[in-house]
């Protein structure tokens, strides 16, 4: 009898996993408590497509999708940073309807069932094992359990203590977006049609304008909670630069929270595992996490399948764990520093950086296919941005910072290549709390 697998919520990288554990013999079987037809908030989303093949799923069909332009990041005092994405690296923008509806029809296809309306609430547990799960519309149980369930996964958050896993996120590790298209209000040419703001009004979050043929889309980002009144007012400081930018709302107006930190230091135990947003696997600069939570799940599934004992213990499934941090993990966890160090910063710092070359052009071409800060040092040389900022920097206090994340950075990564290779609870115990006391 096939082995029974339960994935808790309908995220991409569970979905992603469903769908190659299905064609591989498992009866997978999707709890959501969506209806049918109605998840993805009404915008685009932005990924890179290379995901999919690690994923084992086809490109979508050519007409549900773009490339994406390229951005402009601009410092409080207006300077200015362009991306230079290479061909090999374009991101894709598709409605994010329509990449939940190819996403599902590929798990579905390969033999995925999906229970809609159907809301997880929490973990059953026979002592330290994860069973099953109870929702609105019973308990179900199968021989593991992954956690898609998101960044407050009812699953992740009712696990016991016992099983080492991080339950809460802090209000620094998640920003909250509000998002919405808007009419065009003029045809006047745009050199910069995807703009990016660092820092707007000396704010603690981001700004972004993209002009697009029929309207204007908007992302306000910040690390506190803000209502209406402070998007429409914050709208008004954007309008003078930005003349395309009209009043009427067309699509959109969602707020939404997204995680941007490290990735958990225990993601698995016996009967359990979390990938995507539940285990935190976004890019913790720029909060994408379509591409690594489709990578994770090639990485989950193999791991699922080739445990001999098909027990799905916390030691088979730490394989899962290891190599993740091995492709991913490793790259993601520094970028937290870099963007605490960006959350220390002031107006007056970021003008520096810009003004003076410690950042540029090539240091903001980060993609969402951003998977290992070693693969990339084209992309953000940290190593370079501190050169740069001993031999430029006049203020004390500035440099002060960037040394500080430097040796964050250091910590982090030393810290994820020290992952123990095999489970041991009390080395795990002991890495865990190293990891994590860093940030």
């Known amino acids: 009898m096939a082995k029974k ?24 079987t999707v709890y959501e408590k969506q209806s049918e037809g109605t998840l993805g908030y009404d915008w685009t989303d932005i990924f ?55 996403f599902i029809k590929n798990a579905v296809d390969k033999g995925v069932k999906i229970v809609y309306d159907c809301e997880v609430q929490k973990p059953i547990m026979l002592g330290n094992r994860v069973v099953g799960i109870r929702t609105a519309k019973g308990d179900f149980f199968a ?17 016991p203590k016992s099983l080492m896993i991080e339950k809460e996120i802090t209000r620094q590790q998640k920003i909250t977006i ?3 298209f808007y009419n065009k209000a003029s045809d006047v040419e745009v050199e910069d049609k995807f703009k990016v703001l660092l820092l707007p009004e000396g704010l603690q979050g981001i700004s972004w304008i993209a002009s697009e043929d029929k309207y204007t889309d908007v992302l306000i980002g910040r690390f ?19 003349p395309r930018l009209g009043t009427e709302i067309v699509r ?35 909060g994408s996490g379509i591409a690594n939570s489709l990578k994770a799940a090639r990485i989950l599934a193999e791991t699922i399948i080739n445990d001999d004992a098909q027990a799905f213990s916390v030691e088979s499934l ?21 963007k ?25 071409t980060m993609t969402a296919n951003f998977g290992s800060f070693f693969d990339t040092f084209d992309i953000l040389d940290i190593p370079d941005l501190l050169n740069k900022a001993k031999q430029s920097c006049a203020d004390p206090v500035l440099l002060g910072k960037m040394l500080g994340a430097g040796n964050r950075i250091t910590a982090v990564t030393a810290a994820c290549l020290a992952i123990p290779r095999k489970w041991d609870r009390k080395l795990v115990e002991i890495w865990a709390k190293a990891y994590t006391k860093i940030f």
């Open 5 to 28: 697998i339960i994935v808790a919520g309908l995220g991409h990288g569970g979905i992603a996993a469903a769908a190659i554990l299905a064609e591989s013999g498992y009866d997978v």
């Open 224 to 242: 506190e909670d803000f209502d209406m009144d402070e998007v429409n007012r914050h709208l008004e400081y954007l309008r003078p630069t930005n």
């Open 252 to 286: 959109g107006g969602q707020f939404v929270e997204i995680p941007v930190r490290h990735p958990l230091s225990v993601m698995v135990a016996d009967g359990y595992a979390a990938i995507g947003d539940s285990a935190f696997m976004t890019v913790p600069l720029i």
């Open 178 to 180: 509000f998002r919405a």
């Open 318 to 338: 730490w394989k899962y764990q290891v190599l993740f941090y091995k492709h991913l993990g490793t790259g993601l966890a520094p970028l937290e520093c870099v």
């Open 48 to 102: 890179a497509p290379k995901a999919l093949k690690i994923a084992e799923m086809d490109m979508p069909d050519e007409d549900k999708f773009e490339y994406k332009e390229d951005m402009t990041f601009v410092a409080p005092n207006g300077a200015k940073l362009r991306q230079h994405v290479p061909e090999d690296e374009l991101e894709i923008k598709m409605e994010r309807k329509d990449i939940y509806d190819h």
């Open 143 to 159: 021989d593991l359990i992954i956690d898609s369930c998101g960044m407050n996964s009812p699953v992740r958050r009712n696990l």
């Open 340 to 364: 605490n160090l960006m959350f220390r910063f002031v107006p007056e710092d970021l003008d520096y950086c810009f003004e003076t070359g410690i950042l540029t052009d090539r240091n903001v």
